[in-house]
């Protein structure tokens, strides 16, 4: 009896078989996405993407937006004569905005960790600047050297110079009041 032919048969892979499965709504131009907020609302949607920038006075490519200036030569002067037209700008309101937005300083985010702040003024208020006995101690649980917890502090330090200031002083006022 013969083998049955079918599901048992080794499936060879279709190389020319085509898997890219595009919907008709892929196929259409799709707009550039848009993070800015004030562009967003002023983009209008049956423009290109050159005529609205350059109606919000953005510009499309920086290098012909600022042109690097060559040396003149009396050739170019006399060929140069013709003045191009000023663009107008029909959305000001946009790159106001955006100069506004700029010109707000920048929020500082880099942070230490809860956990590393609270470890550091552990380390520093049982053990002051032995940096030895931190190593040391049991609360030390990723075994750092005490290099190692001297750089934690010190970047403690320039992170937070203040509350730092104040935590010595609350140390140095509670061994006067012990004392």
């Given at each position: 009896?013969?083998?049955?032919?079918?599901?048992?048969?080794?499936?060879?892979f279709?190389?020319?078989?085509?898997?890219?499965?595009?919907?008709?709504?892929?196929?259409?131009?799709?707009?550039?996405?848009?993070?800015?907020?004030?562009?967003?609302?002023?983009?209008?949607?049956?423009?290109?993407?050159?005529?609205?920038?350059?109606?919000?006075?953005?510009?499309?490519?920086?290098?012909?937006?600022?042109?690097?200036?060559?040396k003149?030569?009396?050739?170019?002067?006399?060929?140069?004569?013709g003045?191009?037209?000023?663009?107008?700008?029909?959305?000001?309101?946009?790159?106001n905005?955006?100069?506004?937005?700029?010109?707000?300083?920048?929020?500082?985010?880099?942070?230490?960790?809860?956990?590393?702040?609270?470890?550091?003024?552990?380390?520093?208020?049982?053990?002051?600047?032995n940096?030895?006995?931190?190593?040391?101690?049991?609360?030390?649980?990723?075994?750092?050297?005490?290099?190692?917890?001297?750089?934690?502090?010190?970047?403690?330090?320039?992170?937070?110079?203040?509350?730092?200031?104040?935590?010595?002083?609350?140390?140095?006022?509670?061994?006067?009041?012990?004392?």
């Amino acid at each position: 009896m013969p083998k049955a032919k079918g599901k048992n048969r080794r499936r060879k892979f279709g190389y020319n078989v085509n898997r890219k499965r595009l919907n008709r709504n892929a196929r259409k131009k799709a707009a550039p996405k848009i993070e800015c907020s004030h562009i967003r609302h002023a983009w209008d949607r049956s423009k290109s993407v050159q005529q609205n920038l350059a109606e919000m006075g953005l510009a499309m490519d920086p290098n012909r937006a600022v042109p690097i200036q060559r040396k003149i030569t009396l050739m170019d002067v006399d060929v140069s004569k013709g003045k191009k037209p000023k663009k107008i700008v029909r959305k000001p309101y946009v790159l106001n905005d955006l100069e506004e937005e700029a010109s707000l300083p920048e929020k500082k985010g880099n942070t230490l960790s809860r956990d590393l702040i609270d470890y550091v003024r552990y380390m520093v208020e049982n053990h002051g600047e032995n940096y030895k006995a931190m190593a040391r101690d049991e609360k030390n649980y990723y075994q750092d050297t005490p290099k190692q917890i001297k750089s934690k502090i010190n970047v403690y330090k320039r992170f937070y110079p203040q509350e730092f200031q104040t935590f010595i002083d609350s140390l140095e006022k509670n061994k006067m009041e012990v004392e």
